[in-house]
């Protein structure tokens, strides 16, 4: 009976050890894990700092380089007939070579623009038109907007003057062909008779802003 108890106890004291050691290990892994956790976040928070740093160095060479976003909302419905609303924002200008104005000579003027979505020219828009500032008309006018939507097909948005089923209305706010200073907006509709509508048989409404400065070529 005497052996037997000895047994036992000896039996607990080594559970108790190896609990012990059990108990130790975990902490031991939870408080690496702490760590790992703490490191992260650290990790996190100067991945956060240097991209609030980056985002601002873009902002200031953007100022700096007269870029300035072109924006885009346009209203219509997908095949499914469901009603969709677009909204991007064009941030990159392409430069000079592809974003102007041009004096013809004639008393008119050309204005491009053509801006991406990023660095890559992957999505893109381009605004295109002649404009008389003495009688404020703007004649050929040309908008199109390129994007990928959500299942990644490519989808084009265009606004015609020239499109009998559109109604295309630019204004020009501001033109000043020393600074290059401009703001112009354009509102669209089209019938379901366009072809130039984003989903075939679905008419569209469209609004663009630009509000930025242009290189200007005398």
């Known amino acids: 009976m005497k052996k037997k108890s ?9 559970m108790s050890v190896a609990f012990s050691s059990c108990n130790k290990k975990l902490k031991d892994d939870i408080k690496d ?3 790992q956790v703490a490191d992260l976040k650290s990790q996190q928070a100067t991945t956060n700092s240097n991209l609030s740093a980056t985002n601002s160095t873009l902002d200031a ?31 990159f200008n392409t430069g000079p070579d592809y974003s102007n104005i041009t004096n013809n000579h004639d008393g008119t003027y050309s204005v491009y623009l053509y801006v991406t979505e990023s660095a890559y020219w992957d999505n893109d ?5 002649t ?8 004649t050929n006018g040309s908008f199109d907007l390129n994007y990928y939507d959500y299942q990644y097909n490519y989808k084009n948005v265009r606004l015609y003057q020239s499109d009998a089923d559109a109604t295309v209305t630019v ?3 501001t033109f000043d062909t020393t600074t290059g200073a401009v703001d112009i907006s354009v509102n669209g509709t089209t019938t379901t008779a366009s072809s130039y509508n984003i989903y075939s048989g679905k008419a569209m409404t ?12 005398q």
């Open 61 to 91: 060479t953007n100022s700096t380089l007269k870029f300035y976003p072109f924006s885009m909302t346009v209203s219509t419905k997908n095949d499914n007939d469901s009603a969709m609303t677009i909204s991007r924002t064009y941030k």
């Open 125 to 129: 828009a381009y605004m295109g038109f």
């Open 131 to 138: 404009y008389n500032p003495t009688t404020k008309v703007v």
């Open 171 to 173: 204004t020009v706010n």
């Open 33 to 35: 894990l702490d760590n």
């Open 206 to 217: 469209a609004s663009f802003h630009y509000t930025g400065t242009l290189t200007v070529f």
């Open 6 to 14: 000895m047994l036992l106890m000896a039996a607990a004291v080594v």
